[in-house]
């Protein structure tokens, strides 16, 4: 038990920061309207909040490369679709 509770508070190994490119055009930005107008921003305005943010990996899901994420904007977090579209 003192061996799991002195992990839950370990520091972590790593502080990289990565920056990564985002696109918000087109197909690649298709919610960033539905998203802004929920939040009642502009779209320029949710992306400048989106994009100005530094997320947190939190944990690695069991699909290769894909993470949970923690530092959204409050403004920006909103329910998820009623239907997910198809996979791409």
């Not at 690649?28 to 949710?46: K, M, R, Y």
């Not at 400048?48 to 994420?69: D, E, I, K, Q």
Request: net charge negative; glycine share 12%; aromatic share 10%.
């Amino acid at each position: 038990v003192r061996a799991i509770e002195s992990a839950v508070h370990a520091t972590p190994q790593s502080n990289a920061l990565w920056v990564l490119p985002v696109c918000y055009d087109g197909e690649c930005g298709e919610d960033v309207g539905v998203i802004a107008d929920a939040a009642g921003l502009t779209s320029d305005q949710g992306i400048a909040l989106h994009s100005g943010a530094t997320y947190r990996v939190y944990m690695y899901g069991f699909a290769p490369g894909y993470c949970y994420l923690g530092g959204l904007p409050k403004e920006l977090a909103i329910s998820r679709r009623a239907t997910p579209r198809p996979p791409i």
